[in-house]
């Protein structure tokens, strides 16, 4: 066996070079590598749904502390922020529906990535019907605030129709 002499220190070659045949724990662990890459995948669309979930559980909450304020045809004014809030949440839907989150914990339909054109049009709507609520409630008109919140649910109803499991 060949030995290399390096300041004093002998040093048999067997053990500075090992045998290149891989080790079965060096193959686990690239198995295990490997399998987790893909978990991080089903993670981030696990994150992508739970955060899509939480803005319209938070955009429902809103319109719920609205209903009964337009229902009585109260001071809208104050409502200005809930109103905001709404439409910034509805001017990111379709992003909140990225390609590959349409399995796992989530009512959404595959029509949203099948008919897309269809699905952002739906989306524009709602923002646009938004928006007009958001006119109406800056102006103070409880009316015309309280027929574009109808508007607007009407809005939500249609696109969960098409685009929303029970």
């Known amino acids: 066996m060949p030995v290399f002499t390096l300041t004093r220190i002998e040093l048999p070659m067997a053990k500075c070079f090992p045998s290149s045949r891989p080790k079965p724990r060096f193959l686990m662990l690239g198995l295990a590598l490997l399998l987790g890459a893909g978990g991080g995948a089903a993670w981030a669309q696990a994150d992508v749904i739970a955060a899509r ?72 709507t709602t923002l646009a019907a938004a928006q007009t609520l958001r006119t109406a409630v800056q102006s103070g008109d409880a009316s015309a605030s309280a027929a574009a919140f109808q508007a607007l649910g009407g809005s939500c109803v249609g696109c969960h129709r098409g685009y929303r499991s029970r």
């Open 53 to 124: 979930k939480a803005s319209m559980k938070r955009m429902s909450e809103q319109l719920e502390v609205m209903k009964p304020v337009m229902e009585a045809r109260g001071d809208v004014s104050a409502l200005a922020t809930r109103v905001a809030d709404i439409a910034e949440i509805l001017a990111s839907v379709p992003s909140r529906f990225p390609t590959g989150s349409d399995s796992g914990d989530t009512k959404a339909r595959p029509t949203i990535w099948s008919d897309r054109a269809g699905f952002e049009k739906a989306a524009e």
